[in-house]
């Protein structure tokens, strides 16, 4: 379990980390977002004791970083693959690591076949692409069989098959009954892997719920309805008492509506369905929506440029933060060629469909990882040598003891080229 009470870090003028309060709890893990900037890494880093709080406090299992007893035993930490001495090849890294720390060398070949490194151990680091160097990074973190693992962006680099592995990875360690905590800007795989979120934004906590919690918050949901016989239907949602939105392919978009209900509804009107289906924003459209107005690096886009849609918007939607969708009145005039947003008034008989337009393009990009920061106790300098006796100068720093070997779940281990 990590505890953050009123964490604070202040960089001269900047505030990064503004009183943090919230728990990360074992079995589970917790996804951490955050627009670039936001304080993610900062925050890491005071877990970790990398850098000093300018006030409040952060605790692991109940005890400072520091008070730790052979802290690698308690948390395992990926902050930055490339903080590693590039010389060294894969395995003497480990075992620099191991020795340091006490864990048994036989730990070292054991993390390397888990991240799928056993063939390129031999191999200096410096030669290594990003996603190996990310295996390599796990793979430390994994050393000291540690109770609770922290990933500042783990699948960055990671091919399709790696990122697979490592979502399951994260999985299988919270169904262990470990603490995980992972940042992320890719919110596809975030929705995938995290079963609670905290959310921060300009450095202050905007959520700390579960996944699905913090999706139906920070969205609209709504039931989608297309069907051929479209003014009845129309007809049929209003006299219920229902609204909606009529879609740029003419479907209408049920607001806070049952599927169940609508079909029986439909059922009872005679009208044809081509379609009814439940409709959610997903984890990036809630992302943005919430945190659209603590994002502090914006890309300017020409006037081709596509912006962010809110989901279910009709004509390409309003901004996240922007203005919404306002109720069209019944009877309310609607220019020629223009689908209105808002309540669907019945229409008159034979009244036409609303035109079809292109399809929305996706909205929002993938936001670029940010830097990191060396992992605790990352030897920096010197040859491809054996690794340094326990306790010598310019070996590994804080959170550099022994761990325990074993009690990795061979489901989820994964041997690539070996
Ligand atoms: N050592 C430092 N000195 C001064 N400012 C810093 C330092 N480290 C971080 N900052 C500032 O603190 C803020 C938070 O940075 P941080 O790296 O923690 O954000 P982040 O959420 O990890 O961002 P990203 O998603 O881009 O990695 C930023 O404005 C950053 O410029």
Known sequence: MIELVGLTKRYGDKLAVDRLTFTVRPGIVTGFLGPNGAGKSTTMRMMLDLD???????????????????????????????????????YNH???????????????????????????????????????????????ALLGDPEILMFDEPVNGLDPEGIHWIRHLMKNLAA???????????????????????VIGQGKLM??????????????????????????????????????????????????????QLGELAARHQVVLHELSPQRASLEEAFMQLTAESVEYH????????????????????????PQAQPVPPGAAVPPGVVPPGVVPPGPP????????????????????????????????????????????GQPGPGQQGGQSGGWGADWQRKKGS
Do not use: W
């Open 52 to 90: 000093n709080p300018t006030a409040g406090d952060v605790r692991i299992d109940g005890k400072h970083y520091r008070q730790l007893h052979e802290p690698l035993k308690h948390i395992g930490a990926l902050l930055d693959a490339k903080a590693m001495h590039g010389g060294r090849s894969a």
């Open 94 to 140: 480990l075992l620099c690591l191991a020795q340091s720390n006490g864990i048994p060398t036989s730990r070292v070949s054991e993390v390397l076949d888990t991240v799928g490194l056993s063939s390129v151990a031999k191999k200096r680091s410096k030669g290594f692409s990003l996603g190996m160097g990310q295996r390599l990074g796990i793979a430390g």
């Open 176 to 198: 262990q009954g470990r603490t995980v905590f992972v940042s992320s800007h890719l919110m596809s795989e975030m929705a995938l892997t995290a079963d609670h979120l905290v």
């Open 207 to 260: 959520a700390d719920t579960s996944m699905s919690e913090f999706i139906a918050q920070n969205s609209r949901s709504y039931v989608r309805v297309r069907t051929p016989d479209h003014e009845r239907m129309r007809e049929a949602l209003s006299e219920a008492g229902y609204s909606a939105l009529v879609a740029v392919d003419g479907a209408l978009e049920v607001d806070r509506a049952d599927p169940a």
């Open 299 to 322: 890309a300017h886009s020409g006037p081709t440029g596509a912006h962010p849609l809110v989901p279910g918007a009709p004509y390409g939607g309003p901004l996240p933060g922007g």
């Open 350 to 393: 034979g009244s036409a469909m609303p035109p079809s337009a292109p399809p929305m393009p996706p909205g929002g990009g993938q936001v670029p990882p940010g830097g990191g920061y060396p992992p605790p106790g990352y030897p920096q300098q010197g040859p491809d040598s054996p690794p340094g006796q326990p306790g010598q100068p």
